[in-house]
């Protein structure tokens, strides 16, 4: 008789206490719910001040790649399936850098606005595809980035090849640090505290059902471009410090990497969660730049991650981690004759 | 001009043709198709110049080990992931980049990685000299579309490719398999891909960057095309063709290919199905 037996999962008695107004009141329940909460924040912070200052570049750098990623789990959560992150960062970047160039505007204004300017001019070139679903969304998100790197190409503006030089430097590296990570953080609760709220339902339901909001009298494409310019602002922001703490903004803006670390990461992560994304990224920074040695090779490794995450965790590390947390496993027997799936 | 617009149409119909066809059956939006391509000149090369086998071996070992990737692509992956819209776009696109990335760090770059021409020299054709090469791929471009029409219409495989991408539940009540068949368009659609390959790569050299074009060039033919139609891909692979000749004969060859990704956002904001798209797919796509 063969044993079949299969593997079931109990919430943790903690847990069960917790979710409901019981959860304050013990000092045991209340770091049950605030220890997941806060050790990514304490974490990030102590690491930032006691790194060397070789990896504090690094962080800088992986606070805005986690941004990126928070930015596409959340066009992504909205049904917006975008494979050209990058067409968002190298606007926001050049946007920023012709600000500081051609006018010569000092870094803290031309950071923010060249994120409003870049948010409007990548809003409007979607704007087309934003009539189109799901696959073909993507298809045309994949192509305009490319596009508009022939554009600078070709037409030598901005620099042409060798992108803009010399621009405005940002302050030293613990400002250039805390100002990054706590852009991060505001974006992060942002994010979640936006898709939570009654507005925010209208855009998570775009993805669920858009027919429905349509019926329910929404404009469909209007959210869809609201949906953009945020997610597209968030990157801009990305492109716009990123340019400045280079000192200079090149076609290597709209390089692949850029487009595919913001979906290794989320998909790593856990997609649709905004923690996971944020997860992902964090632990793929870095990894990102140990990498660095390789040379492109590394951009193999990420897509492999990706194809291997997509088919054997789909649902990404933070749901596995929070499983985990909150659920006891055991193997139990199951009686002969009944399968489950 | 005339002519060499036409050469360049049946060119980019062949390259989408294989992405299309793949989508048209299984839904599965193959973005590893400029992978595949580069994949399929790459092994070509190297049985051609490596191991010193005959052009038409090489290009047919290539053809077949292609297809059979593109199977086991559909068996290992995408399996698990059917109807998963999202997670299919994103696992095809991985592979295609780990291909292409792959391919990259082994150190496929410059000029020595080039087929050879089929046959050197060109004829005259309304005056103008055209290479023998190109006419091959518009004879090939034509004979290969015969074939998929003949298959598609006329065999067994070919009815149930058209029964799955009709309607899948109903073709598996009548007992087709509609994984077994998306694994063949799969595959099929990899070897058209790599035919193409074939044909083609020897106009220029085998470069890592060429199959992130490719897989634009297909993207953007099956876009203003209307995904699911034949017609309508050959007609934009037409269109396109014709606008990449105009641009370059009138404006600057430099221009090409922003004029035809422009041209597929114009068309895009005035009719979003494509030029062929029919009511069913607005439902689809809008």
């Known amino acids: 008789m063969s044993l079949e037996r299969?593997?079931?999962?109990?919430?943790?008695?903690?847990?069960?206490?917790?979710?409901?107004?019981?959860?304050?009141?013990?000092?045991?329940?209340?770091?049950?719910?605030?220890?997941?909460?806060?050790?990514?924040?304490?974490?990030?912070?102590?690491?930032?001040?006691?790194?060397?200052?070789?990896?504090?570049?690094?962080?800088?750098?992986?606070?805005?790649?986690?941004?990126?990623?928070?930015?596409?789990?959340?066009?992504?959560?909205?049904?917006?399936?975008?494979?050209?992150?990058?067409?968002?960062?190298?606007?926001?970047?050049?946007?920023?850098?012709?600000?500081?160039?051609?006018?010569?505007?000092?870094?803290?204004?031309?950071?923010?606005?060249?994120?409003?300017?870049?948010?409007?001019?990548?809003t409007l070139l979607i704007f087309p595809a934003l009539r189109l679903r799901g696959i073909y969304f993507s298809m045309v998100t994949l192509i305009i980035p490319l596009m508009l790197l022939r554009v600078v190409e070709v037409t030598k503006i901005m620099g042409g090849t060798e992108g803009l030089t010399a621009l405005a430097p940002l302050p030293p590296i613990v400002y250039t640090l805390a100002i990054s990570m706590i852009a991060m953080w505001l974006t992060f609760f942002g994010l979640r505290r936006f898709i939570n709220s009654d507005y925010g339902l209208i855009f998570m339901a775009l993805?669920?059902?858009?027919?429905?909001?349509?019926?329910?009298?929404?404009?469909?494409?209007?959210?869809?471009?609201?949906?953009v310019f945020i997610g597209s602002g968030i990157c801009s922001f990305c492109g716009a410090f990123m340019t400045h703490y280079y000192m200079s903004v090149g076609m290597s803006a709209f390089a692949l990497d850029l487009s595919l670390?913001?979906?290794?990461?989320?998909?790593?992560?856990?997609?649709?969660?905004?923690?996971?994304?944020?997860?992902?990224?964090?632990?793929?920074?870095?990894?990102?730049?140990?990498?660095?040695?390789?040379?492109?090779?590394?951009?193999?490794?990420?897509?492999?991650?990706?194809?291997?995450?997509?088919?054997?965790?789909?649902?990404?590390?933070?749901?596995?981690?929070?499983?985990?947390y909150h659920q006891i496993e055991r193997w139990v027997e199951v009686p002969s004759g009944v399968s489950e799936d | 001009m005339l002519v060499y617009g036409f050469i360049n149409g049946t060119i980019y119909a062949l390259i989408a043709l294989g992405f299309s066809i793949t989508f048209g059956v299984s839904r599965v939006a193959n973005f590893a198709h400029g992978g595949l391509y580069i994949l399929g000149g790459a092994l070509t090369w190297y049985s051609l110049v490596k191991l010193g086998l005959p052009y038409f071996l090489s290009a047919i070992l290539a053809v077949v080990a292609v297809g059979f990737l593109g199977a086991l692509i559909y068996r290992v992956l995408l399996i698990r992931l059917r109807g998963l819209e999202l997670s299919e776009v994103i696992t095809t696109f991985a592979v295609g980049i780990a291909i292409l990335e792959l391919l990259r760090s082994m150190g496929l770059m410059g000029y020595e990685y080039r087929l050879p021409l089929f046959v050197e020299g060109s004829v005259d054709i309304f005056g103008v000299p055209v290479g023998i090469q190109r006419i091959i791929i518009v004879v090939v471009g034509a004979a290969l579309l015969l074939a998929l029409y003949l298959f598609v219409h006329h065999t067994k495989v070919g009815l149930a490719f058209r029964g799955v991408a009709q309607e899948e539940h109903t073709a598996l009540s009548v007992g087709i398999n509609p994984d077994r068949v998306s694994l063949l368009s799969l595959s099929i659609g990899s070897m058209i891909c790599v035919i193409s390959?074939?044909?083609?790569?020897?106009?220029?050299?085998?470069?890592?960057?060429?199959?992130?074009?490719?897989?634009?060039?297909?993207?953007?033919?099956?876009?203003?095309?209307?995904?699911?139609?034949?017609?309508?891909?050959?007609?934009?692979?037409?269109?396109?063709?014709?606008?990449?000749?105009?641009?370059?004969?009138?404006?600057?060859?430099?221009?090409?290919?922003?004029?035809?990704?422009?041209?597929?956002?114009?068309?895009?904001?005035?009719?979003?199905?494509?030029?062929?798209?029919?009511?069913?797919?607005?439902?689809?796509?809008?």
């Open chain 1, 6 to 122: 299969r593997k079931e999962r109990i919430d943790r008695c903690i847990k069960a206490v917790t979710d409901d107004i019981f959860c304050i009141c013990s000092l045991r329940e209340v770091a049950y719910l605030v220890f997941p909460r806060m050790l990514p924040i304490v974490g990030v912070l102590l690491l930032a001040f006691f790194v060397p200052p070789y990896w504090k570049k690094v962080l800088v750098i992986t606070f805005m790649m986690t941004m990126m990623a928070l930015s596409w789990d959340f066009m992504t959560s909205c049904g917006l399936i975008s494979l050209g992150q990058a067409l968002f960062f190298a606007v926001g970047g050049y946007s920023a850098g012709s600000l500081n160039h051609y006018l010569g505007l000092p870094f803290y204004l031309s950071i923010p606005l060249g994120t409003l300017m870049g948010a409007t001019i990548s």
């Open chain 1, 261 to 324: 670390f913001p979906i290794a990461s989320s998909v790593v992560g856990g997609m649709g969660t905004i923690a996971g994304p944020l997860l992902g990224a964090l632990l793929l920074g870095p990894l990102s730049e140990a990498l660095r040695s390789f040379g492109t090779f590394r951009i193999v490794i990420y897509a492999a991650l990706l194809a291997g995450f997509t088919t054997a965790l789909p649902e990404g590390i933070f749901h596995y981690l929070a499983r985990k």
């Open chain 1, 207 to 227: 993805k669920d059902n858009d027919r429905a909001v349509e019926a329910a009298g929404l404009n469909i494409v209007w959210f869809k471009v609201q949906a």
């Open chain 2, 197 to 286: 390959a074939v044909f083609i790569l020897p106009l220029g050299t085998i470069s890592v960057d060429d199959g992130y074009d490719v897989l634009i060039k297909a993207l953007a033919v099956c876009i203003i095309g209307g995904l699911e139609s034949t017609i309508g891909v050959i007609a934009a692979s037409f269109i396109i063709g014709y606008i990449e000749v105009l641009t370059a004969t009138y404006i600057s060859s430099s221009y090409t290919m922003v004029v035809a990704l422009a041209s597929m956002l114009f068309i895009l904001l005035v009719k979003p199905s494509g030029l062929f798209g029919k009511s069913k797919e607005i439902e689809e796509r809008v």
